[in-house]
């Protein structure tokens, strides 16, 4: 009895699933792209690798296609992208999730929700912005012999591994534009030469989860200094000595081994918020071609140029975050945990830009390669 | 009375009373509490474990004068036959309540996280099967099974540590924000994780130990629960933003759900698969101690029958039950039951006993 019963109890249990997904009904994408049209609808962009070869081989080419659906919401273009295709098209393996300036301009949020909703969605992708539509971003012809789709998350990874940029996924994303004290920052991208190629430039700063102002890469290397993520590869140039008579020798170039950030704030008045940012730097020089760093003398002066630039260029990049209501640095947030009287009292989307923001360096070299 | 006799040990007695408080509840705690006391939720929760070390207290001073009773003894000894059997009658009614609120949680999660086109009465019976097999064991066999268990509690732990390398404090500062009326009613939104802990009353006459090692382990297993349970608060806490948290209902889930490894790309399918053990050891805990308490209310029955019924019975109260708003308005009553049952019923018992100062009687 016993040998015919379970037999026939783990053929049954054991063989059907009814939560298959098989890889072979599935096309996999693994970039997206959303745009808003002018109508205020959704235009959702993906693209595939191309299947070539027949007679049941697949080889995977170098070539992508991509396909864009118009629909009222992103979840409606999803459904609407099975009309066109003869596969079912997985998005839950997507490795970046790229946005137009114009959805982006009205804001991110909405369109996500259904990203995290879905149970399978791809919480790990990384997001950016396009200056220009997501679909011609998706459509360059220059990707590095790469496929379109990785040729972005590995230009947002070698970027965010050299400290250019800080690379926040979907789920990095979303605590900070929903808390009241701290605000987003998201990769941009910028199309060249006619949409054929694309290079990250910078920075989209967002008010909430709305495009609200941009900074170059310089501002944005600044920017993540200041707000103390700390990154071995980090580099910067600066102009220190702009009297030298050769264009190389004006400048600097180090990179930053050490840092540490310290925020403080002073309540003064009413709603006079003074708030300081110290940040300590351990330096390498990379390139100065003006030398001479054997005299401890020469040094220090160099480093005194260097914090007076750096500082310069902190204030500059602090002014246009303000500028774009971008608490990007957490004031806010640290006001909110230590201090919730004051906190209490004001309205901070209103009181932040007119707050004072001090960044102040201390900066000490302690390599400068194998010359002196 | 007892047939089985004094057959699990002292330790035994530790995993099985962790197991079975850490159930299916254990994914939405740090929701539940933060609806109520915001970023002190986690102080809601070790207040909780205070709470239940009092009952704990109170729990063992009624085992101490009635060391050798069964539940059903002591009912019958506090209260006479009539209202001791109907009160015996409402513990079995409550354990098929919380097992059936159980199964319903357990059903509509799994659909949500894990399976969402497996018919969710499929994971029911499924889950049944595994229950009906445990249960059937020797109580020795289960707490042994429970040990074993237990390390996947680790994992837990472990997945946690994990989360802390992106938290950020200043979601839960400053301490005390939410003030001193909410961090208390959050404690009613955490009772019902620690369900689970009245079984000590019925389960101590098969511990074989001093009544003094049972309140030792007791305490010991309260003071590591509750520990665990701050621990996973916390977490969520810094983890996730307060408006992001109130838009999650499961977040321990969820914080797992947002990591991706080199070689585990969805660890929260590994991760939901092991809480399905969980909810299996707290399901069979409620169901071993209807059974028991109904065999020994009608002293005849088949063992095997008797459990194959409870369990029919539910999964038919389980069914209409695991939507998400039916279930969500019965949690909401029944957390009422839950603190009837595990605090008022014995602090009745108690005050007799205190009182009237009863005592077992000699054989």
């Known amino acids: 009895m016993r040998s015919v019963v379970v037999p026939i109890i783990l053929l049954l249990l054991l063989t059907g699933c009814w939560d298959q997904r098989l890889l072979k009904e599935h096309s996999l994408i693994l970039a997206i792209g959303y745009d808003l049209t002018e109508d205020g609808k959704i235009e959702k962009t993906i693209t595939f690798p191309a299947k070539s070869g027949g007679g049941g081989q697949v080889s995977i080419s170098t070539k992508t296609e991509t396909i864009s659906v118009i629909a009222n919401t992103v979840k409606g273009a999803e459904i609407k992208t099975d009309e066109y295709s003869p596969e079912k098209f997985d998005r839950s393996k997507a490795k970046v999730i790229i946005i137009g300036k114009d959805l982006a301009e009205k804001g991110i949020f909405p369109a996500l929700d259904s990203v995290y909703r879905d149970l399978r969605a791809p919480l790990y992708a990384s997001v950016a912005i396009v200056e220009g539509t997501a679909k011609d971003a998706l459509e360059v012809e220059d990707t590095y012999s790469l496929l379109t789709s990785d040729f972005y998350s590995q230009l947002l990874t070698t970027a965010t591994e050299a400290g250019i940029i800080k690379d926040d996924n979907i789920q990095e994303i979303c605590p900070i534009i929903l808390s009241d004290g701290k605000d987003i920052i998201i990769p941009r991208i910028t199309l060249l030469e006619d949409g054929k190629r694309a290079k990250i430039s910078g920075s989209i700063l967002l008010n909430g989860d709305k495009w609200n102002g941009k900074l170059n890469l310089d501002e944005n290397v600044m920017l993540l200094t200041l707000m103390g993520e700390a990154n071995k590869n980090r580099k910067m140039n600066l102009l220190v000595d702009p009297n030298e008579e050769r264009q190389e020798k004006r400048y600097v170039n180090f990179s930053l081994r050490n840092e540490h950030r310290q925020l403080t704030w002073e309540h003064t008045g009413d709603n006079d918020i003074t708030v300081t940012v110290k940040v300590s730097l351990q330096i390498e020089i990379d390139e100065y071609a003006s030398d001479h760093l054997y005299d401890e003398k020469k040094a220090k002066q160099l480093v005194d140029s260097i914090t007076k630039q750096t500082e310069k260029r902190a204030k500059k990049t602090i002014e246009k975050i303000q500028e774009a209501n971008n608490d990007a640095l957490g004031v806010g947030e640290k006001i909110k945990a230590y201090d919730p009287q004051l906190w209490q009292e004001i309205n901070w989307k209103e009181t932040y830009p007119e707050i004072e923001i001090v960044p102040e360096f201390d900066i000490e070299i302690i390599r400068h390669g194998i010359l002196n | ?363």
């Open chain 2, 1 to 363: 009375m007892n047939n089985e006799g004094k057959t699990i040990l002292s330790y035994q007695l530790f995993f099985l009373l962790i197991q079975t408080q850490i159930g299916v509840s254990i994914v939405s705690l740090p929701h539940d509490v933060f609806n109520t006391a915001k970023g002190d939720g986690w102080i809601s929760v070790l207040l909780t474990g205070v709470v239940v070390q009092c009952i704990i207290f109170m729990y063992m001073f009624i085992i101490k004068r009635f060391p050798t009773y069964s539940w059903k003894q002591v009912c019958e000894a506090l209260f006479g036959k009539v209202i001791g059997k109907f009160i015996v009658l409402l513990y079995i009614l409550y354990f098929i309540c919380l097992a059936s609120m159980t199964l319903a949680k357990y059903a509509l999660l799994l659909s949500a996280w894990m399976m969402p086109r497996t018919p969710s009465w499929v994971l029911l019976l499924l889950m049944l099967i595994i229950v009906l097999y445990i249960v059937t064991a020797k109580l020795e066999a289960i707490a042994q099974f429970y040990v074993l268990t237990s390390v996947i509690l680790l994992v837990y732990i472990g997945f946690n540590i994990y989360a802390w390398k992106e938290a950020n404090l200043t979601f839960i500062l400053p301490i005390g924000q939410s003030g001193v009326p909410h961090i208390l009613e959050g404690i009613i939104k955490v009772f019902p994780s620690f369900s689970g802990i009245e079984l000590l009353l019925i389960l101590h006459i098969f511990v074989h130990a001093e009544k003094r090692e049972i309140l030792k382990v007791a305490t010991i297993s309260n003071v590591c629960l509750t520990i665990f349970y701050t621990f996973i608060t916390l977490t969520s806490l810094v983890f996730l933003s307060p408006k992001e948290l109130k838009l999650v209902p499961e977040p321990v889930l969820y914080l797992v759900k947002s990591f991706s490894f080199k070689i585990i790309e969805r660890p929260d399918l590994i991760f939901t698969s092991i809480w399905i053990v969980l909810v299996a050891t707290t399901l069979t805990m409620f169901i071993y101690a209807t059974k028991y308490l109904s065999l020994h209310m009608y002293k005849k029955g088949k063992s095997q029958f008797v459990t194959i019924f409870l369990l029919v019975v539910c999964y038919i109260i389980a069914i209409p039950l695991r939507k998400v708003y039916i279930l969500q308005t019965v949690s909401e009553y029944f957390q009422y039951a839950i603190i009837a049952f595990m605090v008022v019923l014995p602090l009745i018992f108690f005050l007799i006993t205190f009182i009237f100062s009863k005592k077992e009687v000699e054989q």
